[in-house]
């Protein structure tokens, strides 16, 4: 538990560099959502796929999926892609987001 708290607090945002303003939205952010959940949950806390969301984009975040986190899962792997590597996105989160693009 201490190790998620530590990777919690450390977090930060290859996509922006406010972390106090909704990424989504011109509104004050008051949460920092991972953008790859679950398994992949600690992953996106480590290599900086995280986004600051205020409280309403982030209830889009999670009861949209289709329409919110998408968009954003595949916003994030495209720039993780040009930091780092295709490679190395797959060997931290195993599935490639941007496969229906790459047909």
């Known amino acids: ?10 977090r930060f945002s290859i996509l ?12 004050p952010a008051t949460d920092i959502n991972e953008v790859y959940e679950g398994a992949k949950r600690k992953a996106s806390m480590r290599l ?18 289709e329409r919110f986190a998408s ?3 595949k916003e ?9 590597s295709y490679d190395e996105f797959m060997k931290n989160f195993h ?7 790459r047909k």
Do not use: V
């Open 48 to 65: 900086g796929c995280c986004i600051p969301l205020c409280r309403k984009c982030h209830r889009l975040f999670h009861d949209y999926p």
């Open 71 to 73: 968009k954003y899962e």
């Open 1 to 10: 538990m201490a190790k998620i708290k530590t990777l919690e607090r450390k």
């Open 95 to 101: 599935y490639d987001y941007l496969w229906e693009e």
């Open 16 to 27: 922006t560099d406010d972390l106090d303003q909704c990424y989504a939205c011109p509104s």
């Open 76 to 84: 994030c792997q495209r720039k993780f892609e040009e930091l780092y």
